[in-house]
């Protein structure tokens, strides 16, 4: 069964400086892998995807993820954190041979951003 | 453009009493439909899905339900809530393929999201 895991439920960074939030997963199948971002009170919106194409996935506001498939891991980075950042993120795993259509999503990480 | 909408943003029910939440998307056909409710402290839980109108499978066994009456509306509902019911609850959609299957490459869309207190 697919699984995925949001190795943090909360990071602290300050304005300016590296984010890294992190995820491993645990497919059957070659996953699709995904980033959502929710802001407080507010619907989920999606940063990047991962469909087995380039491993390296540049998404919107900044974001980009590495897909490794050694170390099960698609970790979310930025290289310069904004005050806007600040959200909850979900690592989200779905199976290509799932009949289901079922996204799993990570206990979520939550970004702080300090001034 | 494809919009979805979601209502209301806010409820406060006591336990007991029902629940409908509406959600219509605008834009597309034969959308696939998704209920998601999240927890305080977990991650999105998927609790119905549906890939046509009438079409509705449940993930998890609980005291809800989902009804789809036309092809771009979704219905959850409860006849009596329990204080486990508390939760922001999304309504979402993504794009529907021919067959009628769920095509997992594709992305979710998003509702702005329910938050449900019962007390």
């Known amino acids: 069964a697919q699984s995925v895991t949001q190795l943090d439920s909360h990071v602290s960074v300050s304005e300016g400086t590296p984010v890294l939030l992190r995820c491993n997963y645990s497919?059957?199948?070659?996953?699709?892998l995904f980033w959502y971002v929710q802001h407080p009170n507010k619907g989920l919106q999606l940063l990047l995807k991962?469909?087995?194409?380039?491993?390296l996935v540049k998404g919107i506001n900044g974001f980009e993820a590495e897909f490794k498939k050694s170390e099960t891991s698609f970790h979310l980075t930025k290289p310069s954190a904004h005050m806007s950042d600040a959200a909850e993120y979900f690592c989200?795993?779905?199976?290509?041979?799932?009949?289901?259509?079922?996204?799993?999503f990570g206990k979520g990480t939550k970004l702080s951003v300090k001034p | 453009s494809q919009t979805i909408h979601q209502w209301p943003a806010t409820l406060v029910q006591p336990v007991g009493s029902p629940l409908s939440l509406e959600c219509t998307v605008e834009?597309?056909?034969?959308?696939?439909l998704y209920w998601y409710r999240q927890a305080a402290g977990r991650g999105l839980q998927l609790l119905f899905y549906?890939?046509?109108?009438?079409?509705i499978s449940s993930e998890v066994p609980q005291n809800l339900s989902a009804s789809r009456p036309q092809d771009r509306q979704f219905i959850l509902s409860s006849k009596k809530l329990l204080l486990s019911d508390s939760g922001f609850y999304l309504c979402?959609?993504?794009?529907?393929?021919?067959?009628?299957?769920?095509?997992?490459?594709?992305?979710?869309?998003f509702g702005q999201g329910t938050r449900l207190t019962v007390v």
């Open positions: 991962y469909t087995s194409a380039a491993t």
């Open positions: 989200v795993v779905s199976d290509q041979g799932g009949s289901q259509g079922n996204l799993i």
């Open positions: 549906s890939v046509g109108i009438g079409q």
């Open positions: 979402a959609w993504s794009v529907g393929d021919t067959e009628g299957s769920v095509n997992t490459d594709t992305e979710a869309f």
């Open positions: 834009g597309t056909s034969n959308p696939n």
């Open positions: 497919s059957s199948y070659s996953p699709s």
